[in-house]
């Protein structure tokens, strides 16, 4: 494995950026919070500080949401012309695009993601997000219905349905990658004539400050869009609690999921969770090893394995078993480590010394649990950050904690079957309560499509694993979260339905 660490290529833009204060954009201006605590925003390819934001708590929730929820009554976006709404976000659209560079810099700078990969997945996806929706922003219609209950002879029913912002949205994006997350939650909610409180993850915050100043460019009325920075035990859960708040959308970990569930209680606010995952991916004995073996490989380390859709268990045929972990032994070890401002790379660090630390400690559980460590398992001590080498354990089975829990790190687990029985291929893979993503790989695509129809999991792949797509529905069964992002069943947690039945 080869290290590389290059973070030498800032431009004076950026560095201008990351040296300003940071504070709240609330009502259309940036402002201070009461506390004015700052929280340090550190490189995780460093481990240095590259700038810091201010704290926020409970009293900046409150000034965020009064301001949503004088805009969102006042009409100003939920009101307009659709096209106008449309417009607008297809300028924001516009925008990230031209200021494409700056992003993936900060990106870069905030997660360890390539800057090259930021450029030509994140910001692209995005974009197209945005474009996604603002298409559907003249497509929100209700419906006439037939109406079946009895009436008096000479008169009738008119029924009809109209669709409605749900109202104030809040919004708690992750860290992993946060400028994708928070673009994919505003696009829809924006579509819908909501407004919005965002909290971007403390510990990846930058690209999603950026994101808006670039929204204050596009002529969105003050208000529409709010953010407040903080920690999610103070923000977070100011936001998931508000009375003043509608709905929330939370992308994260499942425990904090629950915690959110619990919060909205008071009010009974919508709630959209996208939670964990311990992806399957399942190579039946006749897969292409030449195409699998490097896309599994992807599957797992991609964002080093900080993605819940990861397919972080491998689960293979034993008749293609050993030739499977000769190849991606090869495959990891081949593979480059750091974080480089101007190329690329295939392994990250981790987002922080805590995420570090847990994902060491996982390792350290499967060696005692008896799974094989065929490759990797150690910090990378060359480089200054939170880097874990590519990393993979032989020999698993269901009961390990590493095949039960998810690590959200550079792991992979791999259990051998010998059974062609589809059902038994199946149990095995839904025998996890998680429910994300998974992915089959197999030359008989009737017996994909067969397998595909049992597995338990709101994404599944045939020959391609995390299918992401603006259009394509994508969410969880079980405790992989509620509710779907992308596509039309996207943008729906963001609409309520009203019915209207005059009597003529």
């Not at 860290?175 to 924006?190: C, E, H, R, S």
Request: hydrophobic residues 40%; charged residues 20%.
């Amino acid at each position: 494995m080869n290290e590389i660490i290059d973070h030498d290529k800032i431009t004076s833009q950026i560095q201008a950026f990351l040296d300003k204060p940071h504070g709240h954009f609330i009502d259309g201006q940036w402002i201070d919070g009461k506390s004015g605590k700052p929280i340090d925003v550190i490189s995780p390819a460093t481990g240095n500080i590259v700038s810091s934001i201010q704290s926020g708590d409970g009293d900046d929730v409150d000034k965020a949401v009064a301001a949503a929820r004088r805009a969102f009554d006042s009409g100003v976006w939920s009101k307009v012309l659709p096209v106008e709404r449309a417009r607008i976000m297809f300028k924001l659209a516009d925008l990230i695009e031209f200021h494409a560079s700056q992003i993936s810099q900060l990106e870069a700078l905030d997660i360890g993601v390539s800057r090259h990969m930021m450029e030509t997945i994140g910001v692209k996806l995005s974009a197209n997000q945005l474009r996604y929706y603002a298409g559907w922003v003249t497509k929100i219609n209700g419906e006439t219905i037939t109406n079946s209950r009895p009436r008096p002879e000479g008169r009738e029913f008119l029924t009809y349905t109209e669709k409605e912002p749900v109202g104030v949205v809040g919004q708690i994006i992750p860290w992993n990658f946060p400028f994708a997350m928070a673009v994919q939650k505003i696009a829809p909610a924006l579509a819908a004539g909501c407004t919005i409180v965002m909290k971007p993850a403390e510990d990846a915050p930058l690209s999603t400050l950026y994101l808006a100043d670039l929204i204050a460019q596009t002529g969105l009325p003050s208000g529409v869009f709010n953010l407040v920075n903080g920690y999610g035990r103070k923000a977070g859960a100011a936001i998931a609690a508000h009375e003043g708040v509608d709905k929330v959308s939370f992308t994260g970990s499942t425990d904090v999921g629950k915690e959110i569930i619990r919060s909205a209680t008071g009010n009974l606010k919508r709630t959209t969770l996208e939670l964990g995952g311990k992806s399957p991916v399942i190579l039946l004995k006749d897969a292409d090893l030449d195409e699998a073996i490097p896309a599994v490989a992807r599957a797992i380390f991609f964002l080093s394995g900080q993605n819940c859709m990861a397919g972080s268990r491998l689960l293979v045929h034993g008749d293609i078993y050993d030739r499977v972990l000769e190849g991606l032994v090869t495959l990891a070890k081949s593979m480059t480590i750091g974080a480089d401002m101007t190329g690329t790379y295939d392994i990250g660090p981790l987002i922080s010394e805590k995420q570090l630390t847990r994902v060491l400690a996982y390792i350290d559980i499967g060696i005692s649990e008896g799974a094989r460590l065929i490759t990797g398992g150690k910090r990378v001590e060359k480089l200054p950050g939170f880097f874990v080498e590519p990393t993979i354990f032989a020999d698993c089975n269901s009961g390990m904690r590493i095949v039960k829990e998810e690590i959200f790190g550079p792991v992979l687990t791999v259990q051998k079957f010998n059974s062609d029985d589809l059902d038994d291929i199946a149990a095995l893979a839904n025998d996890n309560i998680f429910g994300l993503s998974a992915s089959v790989w197999t030359a008989d695509l009737a017996q994909g499509h067969k397998l595909a129809r049992k597995i338990k999991s709101g994404q599944v792949g045939i020959n391609i694993h995390a299918a992401i797509d603006p259009a394509t529905p994508f969410g969880g069964y079980k405790q992989s979260g509620w509710g779907r992002e992308f596509g039309r069943e996207g943008l729906e947690p963001y609409l309520e339905t009203k019915a209207i039945t005059a009597y003529l």
